[in-house]
């Protein structure tokens, strides 16, 4: 019998997948064919992503130390996984289709973060680690660290961001379609990634005040991406952001 949060754990199982198998090889020779605005859009949202998985996947160890139980425990290694592999992906895509330059991950994201907004680097590069480590020292709840982590970056930036990148890909004059198969597996492991939370979230009871700051945190999260994505991308990741917020049980509107 599956207790706890053991169902999200046996669901990531069934849903593993592996960057090296996606085939880039047209997506290579459509790259250069890109203009010049498709070019910086792409790119963009690309070291936007390389950042945001980097950050995440380095960082969620913090969570899964402070797990309530081990079916939790489990589920934060799982997930943990997922965020390594899409890390993987996205600096493949950066090395093999961008040709981003960099000898290594680390550098290629240091190229990247040019393209990326400050208050995007701030976000995944300063904000994220600090929760983590006020939650390594006792000093966060992990409800909110999981409001911060699983509702706002996952549930509302990572996610407005995804639909904005599969819109983009749609629109372009060229194809990438290893670009595109590997961001619908990434968005697959996303939608469980943000269930998961959504269900520590719901078992917390948390108080108005609680759901009042992850609403406010999500709609300043959502403006990192700056004009990379579309008001009306932002409006719908805020909906289903509110929709979770209301479903996990916080009424306050
Ligand atoms: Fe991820
Ligand atoms: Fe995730």
Redesign the pocket.
Known sequence: MITGYGHFAQLAETLQWDETEIDFSADREAWPQLTDAENAQILGLIAGFVIA?NA?STQLGAWQMVATDDSMKKVFQAQIR??VR?NRFFDLVAAEVACVPGDDRDARRDALRAHAGTELVDLFEERLPATAQRLADGHEDLTDAVGLYHMVIEGVV?VAGQHAMLDALEGLSVGLPGVRKGMEL?LR??RW?IGFGSRIVQTADIGGDQAEAMLEQGEMAAKVWGDLITPAAIETAMRQHRRRLKAAGIKFW
């Open positions: 998985e995440v997922d965020e899409h990572l990434v492991d996303e990634h």
